[in-house]
DNA sequence: AAAATAGTGTCTGTCAGACAATATGTC
DNA sequence: GACATATTGTCTGACAGACACTATTTT
């Protein structure tokens, strides 16, 4: 026993998660903390920390949590928001580990993307750190030039980077993943509603006619049901009927 | 200077490449390595290694090398052979970090997966521990339990569902990516060749009068050119035209 | 000529994009 | 009725799957 003990330095491993939600205003938005300490103080960054390994890299260790438990355990601590209870999507991204990403030393981390309904991400505010927690529109940390009137949010190490690799992800994804749209729509939604995920997911109009063929196909094949009832008040105009996806699928 | 000290444990982590490659035979290959020590020793696995960090997780630490520097390392140590030099396609896949997948303690194995030619594969055994090195048919590592006349390979940790992993990305890819292809290929190839290399990837025929129509869209957008010159000597049958990538693409 | 492989043509169904038309609600 | 929004219909072009057909080589 025993005999086996390293000696050769190791880095340290995170899990990061890139929260996306839908805002009332119709952007893409992301989740992102306020951090409380150097580096990066008073910046914000993406929700994220050590990964628990246990005893780590020791023969006969324990060894602590998985990627995907590190995760969820993440978005609950942030927003308390359960993947099973809330129906929320969590899949893994990529992990980055360019080094000096971190002055602290070699960090490597493991990054995923979580989609939460725009009827729930409201509720994010009740976590832990509610003051230092902020849902901003993820146009608002890209660079642009010229357009000085928005606000514009700089991120800490090199979540900038890693955020528009999550953007693109979810952008390419949407159109074969039924899960995407699903998991950014509240229980039950209109039509227009899914066509505006589209639209907002993948920052190109979608047309209103053609969407409504794809739509139509997913009824008749049952991935999505009429819920029997039509929307609430609205300013004005004929108001549309409620979908929600069924049960088990 | 020097405030900050981290007494927390900490993982190990490896990067390990899934390297793919035609056979002459018609398989889908994929590079093992024999294991020489414990665990698992005697076993074939995926090649793979320590990240090197440099002096890991600690303030003002030298970090080492980038995830994709010590994947490409990775590749020249075990084939020889070179991402720009010989054109191989390498990228990362996904993270693996169950807790006690391997009994040496906590290991996190950041899995790339590479492509290499058929014209170039069998360079690998100039590699360091040639004898070591095996390419096996993907198919030889399934768990079939009828066909008991094909060889099977158990492999080493879970590497098994590593390489499943990694077979899909594939299969699911080289319909809308065109480097799949490409890189899998020799320099010269002929339109048959093309098709084989689809049928090989997703294990289901393609038919050659439909793949046709697809190959000459390529050739008017460009994307592949004729090369002025027909296939070598055949056991029978018309001989056919080559083809080639053009250099800028 | 027979065999074998290379490559083309045709028909059909699915689906996306553009745009016109109709339906149903509020004020 | 005027207006706004919802929903359906039509035309076109791109493309995949199935399958019949033609072309060019070796034996």
Redo the contacts between chains.
């Keep these: 026993m025993g005999k086996?003990s390293?000696k050769?330095?190791?880095?340290?491993?995170t899990v990061d998660i890139v929260i996306f939600t839908i805002s009332r205003r119709g952007e893409l938005d992301v989740l992102l903390i306020e951090r409380g300490d150097a580096p990066f103080k008073g910046q914000y960054a993406l929700p994220g920390g050590?990964?628990d390994?246990?005893?780590?890299?020791?023969?006969?260790?324990t060894?602590?949590?998985?990627?995907d438990a590190a995760a969820a355990r993440e978005l609950r601590e942030e927003t308390d928001l359960d993947v099973e209870r809330d129906d929320v999507f969590l899949e893994?991204l990529?992990?980055?580990?360019?080094?000096?990403r971190d002055?602290?030393?070699?960090?490597?981390s493991?990054v995923y993307y979580a989609l939460v309904g725009m009827d729930v991400a409201p509720r994010v505010r009740a976590g832990d750190d509610a003051a230092r927690a902020l849902w901003a529109p993820v146009r608002s940390t890209d660079a642009l030039d010229d357009d000085s009137e928005a606000l514009q949010i700089v991120l800490a190490f090199d979540h900038a980077q890693v955020l528009r690799v999550a953007a693109e992800r979810v952008r390419g994804k949407i159109d074969y993943d039924p899960r995407i749209a699903r998991a950014l729509l509240p229980a039950e939604f209109t039509m227009n509603d899914f066509r505006r995920v589209h639209e907002i997911v993948k920052g190109i109009p979608q047309d209103s006619s053609n969407f409504s063929k794809r739509f139509r196909r997913m009824i008749e094949d049952g991935r999505v049901e009429e819920v029997g009832a039509v929307a609430g008040m609205q300013d004005r105009g004929r108001p549309s009927a409620l979908y929600r996806f069924p049960e088990a699928s």
Tied chains: 1, 2.
Excluded at 103 to 108: A, D, K, T
């Design positions: 086996h390293y050769y330095p190791l880095p340290a491993v050590f990964v390994v246990g005893e780590g890299y020791r023969e006969g260790a060894q602590g949590e998985s990627l893994q990529y992990t980055f580990g360019t080094p000096d002055p602290r030393g070699r960090v490597i493991v």
